[in-house]
């Protein structure tokens, strides 16, 4: 069987329907009866809540029912449960876990503004909108830590009144005498760094509607999702049911990027609401409220150290990263240990040594979001590179080059603990390569000379380089049904859930390459828990890997099937037979063939009662298969950027933007490069102009998009790209991940580009974003600078 | 922190003409606000820092939406005038280039297609972009109230933060400009964190008329957004330059004179310092390209 469609250039099968608006997003539901919700919210960073008083709202006209945490169903008066488990070798400074995560609606205390206190549901968004302002909420406001770094000493505000601190936990990753080749280095630099939070910006905001069969007491739920198997199983705890009591679907959604990939307080909320009052309810999420209601990343204090021997070469890494998680662990810890984890990056480090701290604020909590963490420890490494190779006076990507791991060291352990407590051993990639390759389209070894004429020209353009490693094709598991239709058309039904990946495309391709049938054909089924019973989800750059390697299992068990059945039907040997267009053929006689079709009624037993089938042989012509990867995947890539820096007002135009990536085999090209222009899209956001900011009290500053400034058409360059393919050893599709490759690098890269173009000037750029006004200020120190200004 | 909430309730009550959105805004001036483009207002409601009772809109009423030559050689454009419009116009772009200018660098084509040159100076925001460069350009405005109409330098419109001299009954229907001499022309420049879309840092517009000998400066005006409570003309800067020869030196002075005569304030958004540094730099490169333009079409004939 060749590969027809995988690494072809299919353009998207969802885009027609999504570009004229015929998506489907859970805003579009309309159900019978159905309510609209709206969340009574903390306007405090830290209170208690002593009383709430909602006669006012019940008396509205239209309102329906306002319910406090004391109204849910006992089972849901409780935290909701943690997403992912904390590995046991981390030190917790908390008692329990529900000191540490978020009740559904307020019990006697708030931790960030916008933290749910009550719900009210009506006719309408706008009643239920005006009764909750009528919601009488009395708060005891209490202190609250908004700075990282000051909540951690002594006779610090703590953001809890329960927590004994706010440090939350502790963990380390090491490997070899880390102090020992610090002490026979040639060179030490060090580097403290500070990366700041955003909010991951969908176009579509979350929204959740739930229904309640009453013939069957089934729940259904409808939620803007990434992993809807996660939601069903929180929700059906929560509402005290098994799990086969509530379906979860996610329709069209407009973008996750990583915060939708939580059960939130919302969903748990909304689906009691429709199974209290016995109609369907729906929530909606406004803009102010995922600014202040839907988890953000990117909090981190760095400070960390590079030793190299007399040859540039790295001796070892050491420091610590100081993370904050704003109010709760909705994730547990992926954020920073995947961060912290990922710093290594392509190079050979013996010695390792990082300790993390994880803290707790009165700000909206983090979970992940594109890159989760890797764009932060990326940018920690490769800012420690650029700061070796400026001190050492040599070229930063002939420094990188000396310290890369090779093609011929795969695969190879780094020796350091990931997030789930597994090892992390790269399995394939040629890095190396993947520079050199970067350098060769970005005209690296040109820029210096054209660096120098444009400074003589008064113009200030800078080149940077950045590498990542970046674990992909999370597991456990992911499944997939390959289901041929009495049509001989066929059905793909799979766990993953995606927000705009192209999975229905991706999938398709996959399974066409099994069955030789016509991507038309083929009809791909996502996130549906009715569908599928077990599923994961579309999280951490990993559907291409494990969905994509359970279509590819299950289409080959169906394939086998209709060999089976054609071999009788057309009196050949497998060998002889080749499947194409929904047919079987006959190799060398055109007329003999059969259609799925045919086979499908013969895999019945025939079309009419009384037939016979083999016991051996089961009926039908589908298969479900799970794929279980033993380990991550791990792509890489590098960054190349290009910008000009105005001195004069701070602004910075990147004038070129060179990814390759290696995200193994390439299922098909437009996609990922859609992804890695996006994620660059999105780097640009993080190194630039993306602030979330909040005040000394907590309170967010930026809570709109008139303040919080996300990359637009005018921002944002066309992404050149180079594909390398290093095929996977982990799944039999040689996939890895393409979903966070051009976010994980591009703050990094374009940092680097910018202290380059202002070498002159000789300042050092330790944080982002950078914006004009800090860069000024920056620029502003520098003596060289305020005779220069045009 | 000030949200962007659902919008407050008010009533809504559509205007054909200048006489209805008179008497309208007569009967209940404390209660009731014009709705124009709605740009700055519909923010305000949703962030409460207004809740309006009633509001009147001016979309029908047509007699606001014009752009007319004067027969003294200077130009009028009522009130509904968008930004694309002014961006757009034949006229203005030949007349009044720097105008066009200013609307091109405002926000995206969404909001200039709705937003009006009257909205944008009755909001009397210190961050809107035409108070500037109209007041560099001489421009005046016609206020239109019960007791009759009477025209008021735009210099002279802000007294202070967020204020007009408007009274509460009075509309403002038109802006009048001067003609233009051949030998001027003007360059408005704008800063913001973003490459576009994106609120004002800090903008200086600049308007140079030449004397005959092509090369001295017969008069400057110069004018700020955002850098003082109210749109701010630098008066010393801009005489500082009258009679002289572009050079970079006495750029230089002008910029410094211009940072002494502002005011800007700091915020989240950008501090004292920052600011100031944009306002010599603005200041400095409206001036010089305003100067080089005028020269050379002066020299080339172009205008």
Redesign the interface.
């Known amino acids: 069987m060749g590969a027809k469609e995988i690494g072809a250039r299919v353009k998207r099968r969802e885009d027609a329907a999504l570009l004229v608006g015929r998506g489907s997003y859970v805003g579009d539901l309309r159900l019978a009866g159905m309510l609209d919700a709206a969340f009574v919210r903390s306007p405090h960073a830290h209170a208690l809540v002593r009383s709430i008083r909602a006669e006012a709202a019940r008396r509205l006209p239209g309102v329906h029912a306002v319910l406090t945490l004391a109204d849910l169903p006992a089972s849901m008066q409780v935290p909701i449960p943690m997403a992912s488990v904390i590995p046991a070798a981390v030190e917790k400074l908390y008692a329990s876990e529900a000191e540490v995560t978020q009740y559904c609606l307020a019990r006697d205390e708030v931790c960030y503004v916008g933290q749910t206190v009550a719900v009210v549901v009506a006719d309408d968004r706008y009643v239920a909108e005006d009764a909750a302002e009528l919601v009488e909420v009395e708060y005891d406001v209490l202190d609250s830590a908004s700075d990282p770094q000051g909540a951690l000493g002594n006779g610090a505000v703590l953001s809890h009144v329960r927590l004994p601190s706010n440090l939350a936990c502790r963990l380390r990753l090491a490997k070899g005498d880390v102090d020992a080749a610090f002490q026979r280095a040639a060179h030490v630099f060090r580097e403290s760094l500070h990366t700041h939070r955003g909010s991951a910006s969908p176009m579509e905001g979350r929204g959740v509607a739930a229904a309640l069969d009453t013939a069957t007491g089934t729940l259904t739920v409808w939620s803007s999702a990434q992993t809807p198997h996660n939601n069903q199983r929180v929700l059906a705890e929560l509402m005290g049911g098994s799990l086969e009591m509530v379906r979860v679907i996610v329709p069209d959604v407009g973008g996750g990027f990583g915060p939708k990939a939580i059960c939130y307080a919302e969903e748990a909320v909304v689906a009691a609401c429709a199974a209290v009052l016995a109609r369907p309810v729906r929530w909606l999420e406004d803009r102010r409220e995922h600014f202040i209601a839907t988890t953000q990343e990117r909090d981190q204090y760095w400070e960390v150290e590079i030793a190299l021997d007399r040859d540039a070469r790295i001796l070892g890494v050491r420091g610590r990263m100081l993370h904050d998680n704003g109010a709760y662990l909705p994730l547990g810890l992926i954020t920073p240990h995947t961060g912290a984890a990922t710093m290594h990056g392509p190079y050979e480090i013996a010695n390792f040594h990082l300790d993390v701290s994880v803290v707790l604020t009165n700000k909206v909590p983090v979970s992940v979001v594109r890159g989760a963490g890797r764009p932060e420890g990326v940018f920690a490494m490769e800012r420690l590179m650029d700061r070796a190779a400026r001190s050492l006076g040599m070229d930063p990507a002939d420094l990188r080059r000396r310290n890369l791991i090779r093609p011929e060291q795969m695969p190879y352990s780094i020796g350091l603990v990931y997030r789930h407590g597994e090892t992390v051993t790269y399995d394939s990639g040629d890095y190396p390569a993947s520079q050199a390759k970067a350098l060769e389209l970005a005209g690296y070894d040109a820029f210096a000379s054209r660096q120098a004429d444009a400074l003589r020209a008064g113009r200030y353009i800078g080149i940077g380089v950045a590498n990542f490693v970046e674990g992909t094709g999370l597991g456990p598991f992911e499944g997939a049904t390959v289901r041929v239709l009495p049509s001989g058309k066929v059905h793909v039904i799979a766990g993953c859930c995606p927000q705009g990946q192209g999975h229905k495309t991706a999938l398709a391709q996959v399974c066409a390459d099994q069955l030789g049938v016509r991507l038309d054909d083929i009809t791909v089924v996502t996130g549906d828990t009715g569908a599928i019973p077990m599923g994961v989800g579309t999280i951490a750059s990993r559907s291409g890997a494990n969905a994509g390697s359970a279509v590819l299992l299950a289409g080959a068990e169906v394939r086998k099937r209709i060999l089976r059945l054609a071999c009788k039907n057309l009196e050949a040997r497998e060998d002889d037979l080749e499947l194409s267009e929904g047919r079987v053929h006959l190799k060398g006689d055109p007329a003999a063939s059969v259609s799925f079709s045919e086979l499908y009624r013969a895999a019945l037993g025939g079309a009419r009662l009384g037939g016979w089938l083999s016991p051996e042989i089961p009926p039908g012509l589908e298969a479900t298969t799970y794929f279980t990867p033993r380990q991550s995947a791990f792509c890489n890539g590098t960054h190349v950027t290009e910008v000009e820096v105005d001195i004069g007002t701070g602004r910075i135009r990147i004038e070129r933007y060179v990814v390759v990536h290696d995200c193994g085999r390439v299922i098909n090209p437009l996609i990922v490069e859609g992804q890695v222009q996006g994620g660059v899209a999105h780097g640009v956001g993080n190194a630039l102009l993306e602030f979330m900011g909040y005040d000394d009290d907590a309170q967010p500053l930026t809570a709109t998009f008139l303040d919080y400034l996300l990359p637009n058409a005018a921002c944002v360059p066309r992404v050149e790209i180079g594909h390398l393919e290093s095929p996977s050893p982990i799944n039999p599709l040689g996939v890895k991940g393409a979903g966070e490759g051009g976010t994980i690098g591009a703050p990094a890269a374009i940092i680097a580009a910018i202290e380059n173009a202002l070498k002159p000037f000789d300042i050092a750029i330790s944080e982002f974003p950078l914006t004009p006004r800090r860069l000024i200020e920056l620029l502003s120190r520098s003596a060289k600078w305020g005779a220069l200004a045009p | 922190?000030t949200?962007?909430?659902?919008l407050p309730k008010f009533e809504y009550v559509g205007a054909r003409s200048v006489r209805e959105v008179s008497d309208l805004l007569a009967r209940r001036p404390d209660e009731t606000r014009l709705l124009a483009g709605g740009t700055d207002l519909i923010?305000q409601m949703r962030r409460r820092e207004v809740a309006p009772r009633y509001l009147v809109g001016l979309k029908g009423v047509s007699e606001l939406a014009f752009v007319r030559q004067q027969e003294d050689g200077g130009m009028t454009m009522g009130a509904l005038t968008t930004f694309q419009d002014i961006e757009t116009s034949p006229l203005i772009r030949e007349k009044y280039g720097i105008l066009s200018q200013t609307a091109s660098q405002i926000g995206g084509v969404e909001i200039r297609g709705v937003a009006t040159i009257g909205g944008n100076l009755m909001g009397a925001q210190p961050c809107s972009d035409f108070p500037a460069p109209l007041i560099t350009l001489g421009a005046k405005v016609k206020l239109v109230g019960k007791d009759g109409e009477r025209l008021v330098a735009l210099e002279d419109f802000f007294p202070e933060y967020g204020r007009t001299v408007a009274a509460p009954d009075e509309i403002l229907t038109e802006i009048l400009l001067p003609a233009t001499s051949k030998l001027s022309g003007g360059c408005y420049l704008k800063?913001h964190?973003?490459?576009?879309?994106?609120?004002t840092?800090t903008g200086a517009a600049a308007f140079v008329t030449l004397n005959d000998d092509r090369q001295t400066c017969s008069e400057l005006k110069i004018a700020l957004s955002s850098s003082a409570p109210v749109p701010k003309r630098v008066k010393k800067a801009g005489a500082f330059l009258q009679g002289k020869k572009l050079t970079e030196d006495a750029l230089e002075e002008t910029a410094a004179l211009a940072c002494q005569e502002a005011e800007p304030r700091s915020s989240?958004?950008?501090?004292r310092?920052?600011r100031l540094?944009?306002i010599?730099?603005?200041t400095?490169?409206a001036v010089r390209q305003a100067w080089e333009e005028v020269m050379a079409t002066a020299n080339g004939g172009r205008k």
């Open positions: 922190m949200y962007l909430r659902r923010l800063f964190d973003r490459h576009a879309m994106d609120m840092i989240w958004r950008a501090r310092e920052f540094e944009l010599r730099g603005l400095k490169r």
